[in-house]
């Protein structure tokens, strides 16, 4: 067992804590107030290779993995720019790219990997919809099979950052779930080309990360040809964890990195602000529940490395397999992925929780103002309770999947 840092993810550390210094917390505490995308900070992503760490060098990117990619996250969120800072990354890097490289035909790849390497196609995913949340079988945007082109309507909920993308993935159900041999078949992914007559949307009003969009989403006898099925047709279902799998271990360390930030912010703090005689900073009330959370969120370090490490270890391409309509591309379910990227979330989230609450509580009235970025930190943290998995969600999962206990609901 190693537990050492490389050379090279060390090199990258360093370059994404150098990155995030030159964007301190007041940078994202503007753009948050004023709605403004965080332009500059997209591109010095960009300009440091940080949009293309899983693209192939022969498509512009730096052909490294998951691992790579969550080592920098957890970098930039520390050193200043929490969890909004790698929002983008998540959009574009996790969502669409990953997806692309793994399982994109050569065209595919062509087409977009080198424009998402550089930064200059940003991406989302679309697969929330009103009625289906947490429960992803009851999706209902279908893609139906006219000639030579799939007609795809449905409604979409929470898609985040499709006002600036020019490539989506786009989840449907090409058999929809009353005709599904098995309820995990018949999910289809598409690559949608945007700004698109077809496919409109609507801001919602959010609690944090404000200077990025949450849409609803309206999609009306959008045509697709085979060339954009991502994956296999009606086998999407395991493209799809292995896009919700690096979602979850990428927001874990989001969250470990924005926790630390806080509390090292704190910690600062606490050791100037004299209420009585000592610095607050002395009083075991505050430094019990800040030194707990550390070392749980450093637990949920190694647990979300490992989530990573099995990703990158375990991937292998999809293979052909026989089903009732002839040969198929079918790709893997890798479980134990899933089992470390459950765990890594629902712990990592409850301890950043944990964490940003105390160091709120460290800065009293101030915490609660506008003018100290804790109060940021908290409604950044507080979307990770619901996304990308509910926190219970992903207990169910360790429970059922993990543990073997019977299965709470149907
Ligand atoms: C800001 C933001 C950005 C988002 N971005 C995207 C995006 O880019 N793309 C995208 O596709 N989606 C996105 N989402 C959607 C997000 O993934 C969903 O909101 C999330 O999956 C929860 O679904 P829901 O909101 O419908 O909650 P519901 O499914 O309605 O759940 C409501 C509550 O019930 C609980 N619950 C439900 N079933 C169970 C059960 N069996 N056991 C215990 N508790 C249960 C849940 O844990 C939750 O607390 C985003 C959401 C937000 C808020």
Not at 18 to 40: G, I, M, V
Not at 271 to 296: C, M, N, T, W
């Amino acid at each position: 067992m190693d537990f050492s840092i490389t050379a090279e993810m060390e090199l990258l550390g360093k370059v994404a804590k150098k990155l995030a210094e030159n964007f301190p917390p007041e940078y994202w505490r503007k753009h948050d107030k004023e709605h403004k995308f965080a332009q500059e900070f997209w591109d010095a992503l960009s300009e440091s290779g940080f949009t293309g760490v899983v693209i192939p060098e022969e498509y512009g990117g730096s052909g490294m993995g998951l691992t790579e990619l969550v080592h920098i996250i957890y970098n930039l969120c520390k050193h200043g720019a929490g969890l909004a800072g790698v929002w983008y990354l998540m959009l574009s890097e996790i969502f669409v790219s990953l997806p692309i490289a793994r399982y994109g035909t050569p065209e595919q790849k062509e087409k977009y990997l080198p424009k998402l390497a550089v930064g200059e196609f940003e991406g989302c995913m679309a697969l929330t919809e009103p009625e289906a949340g947490t429960n992803t079988m009851r999706i209902r945007t279908l893609a139906v099979k006219e000639g030579d082109e799939y007609v795809i309507n449905g409604n979409k909920i929470f898609i985040s950052g499709i006002d600036r993308a020019d490539v989506m993935v786009l989840v449907t159900r090409t058999t929809p779930l009353e005709e599904a041999k098995k309820r995990t078949y018949g999910f289809t992914l598409f690559l949608v080309d945007l700004p698109n007559s077809s496919v409109s949307f609507t801001p919602i009003e959010k609690h944090g990360i404000n200077y990025s969009n949450t849409c609803e989403v309206l999609i009306k006898d959008l045509r697709l040809g085979e060339e954009n099925i991502l994956g296999p047709k009606d086998y999407g279902w395991y493209v799809l964890l292995d896009i919700l799998n690096p979602e979850r271990i990428g927001f874990a360390m989001g969250a470990i990195g924005t926790a630390e930030l806080a509390i090292n912010k704190a910690v600062e703090y606490s050791k100037g602000r004299r209420v009585f005689q000592d610095p607050i900073g002395s009083y075991q009330a505050l430094q019990h529940p800040l030194a707990e959370a550390y070392a749980s969120l450093n637990g949920a370090k190694l647990l979300t490395y490992k989530a990573a490490w099995l990703y990158d270890t375990l991937h292998k391409p999809p293979e052909d397999v026989k089903d009732g309509e002839g040969i198929r591309k079918k790709s893997y379910e890798y479980k134990e992925v899933g089992d470390y990227a459950n765990m890594a979330k629902a712990v990592a989230v409850e301890n950043a929780i944990r964490a940003i609450y105390w160091a709120m509580q460290v800065y009293g009235g101030y915490g609660y103002t506008l003018d100290m970025d804790v109060e940021r930190w908290w409604r950044e943290i507080n979307l990770l309770r619901l996304a990308p998995i509910t926190q219970q969600m992903a207990l169910n999962y360790i429970a059922s999947n993990i543990l073997g206990m019977p299965k709470s609901y149907r």
